[in-house]
């Protein structure tokens, strides 16, 4: 974390503008693959708007940096399979928000119960161009 946090600073800095969501997909694959023989295990997924055109930006990386950038959906953490299937069923373009999380939600919460290694729920983030609307979901708690 100090160490994005301090490439993000440094990068704004030397800049002076705010940083676009591919740039920073970039900035944090060439942190994991720095780490490819010592890795962090994570799979972080970038999601955010273009600051100055506002076009929707969504990628995820596996746990050594390598980027898969996508114009509808990524998915990551332990039940990805399962949440592949339901996405590719559920997903349409150009979703009001509403319907988006909706889509979401359903998604998330049924991979969930067919992954044995999943639950709790989840945190589902819808960003727009005003507003990022943030909710909980409770899932299976066994």
């Given at each position: 974390?100090?160490?994005?946090?301090?490439?993000?600073?440094?990068?704004?800095?030397?800049?002076?503008?705010?940083?676009?969501?591919?740039?920073?997909?970039?900035?944090?694959?060439?942190?994991?693959?720095?780490?490819?023989?010592?890795?962090?295990?994570?799979?972080?997924?970038?999601?955010?708007?273009?600051?100055?055109?506002?076009?929707?930006?969504?990628?995820?990386?596996?746990?050594?940096?390598?980027?898969?950038?996508?114009?509808?959906?990524?998915?990551?953490?332990?039940?990805?399979?399962?949440?592949?299937?339901?996405?590719?069923?559920?997903?349409?373009?150009?979703?009001?928000?509403?319907?988006?999380?909706?889509?979401?939600?359903q998604a998330l919460l049924n991979a969930v119960d067919r992954d044995a290694v999943s639950g709790w729920g989840g945190i589902?983030?819808?960003?727009?161009?005003?507003?990022?609307?943030?909710?909980?979901?409770?899932?299976?708690?066994?």
């Amino acid at each position: 974390h100090q160490r994005l946090q301090f490439r993000l600073n440094l990068y704004e800095l030397r800049e002076n503008r705010r940083i676009k969501p591919k740039t920073f997909l970039s900035m944090v694959s060439n942190l994991l693959y720095e780490r490819r023989f010592g890795p962090y295990f994570v799979e972080p997924v970038i999601a955010g708007l273009d600051p100055k055109t506002f076009e929707p930006f969504i990628a995820s990386m596996d746990l050594i940096g390598c980027p898969m950038v996508t114009d509808d959906f990524v998915v990551s953490g332990t039940c990805s399979e399962q949440m592949y299937g339901m996405c590719e069923s559920v997903w349409e373009p150009n979703m009001d928000p509403q319907e988006l999380f909706e889509s979401i939600s359903q998604a998330l919460l049924n991979a969930v119960d067919r992954d044995a290694v999943s639950g709790w729920g989840g945190i589902v983030h819808i960003i727009e161009k005003d507003q990022v609307t943030t909710t909980e979901l409770k899932g299976r708690m066994d």
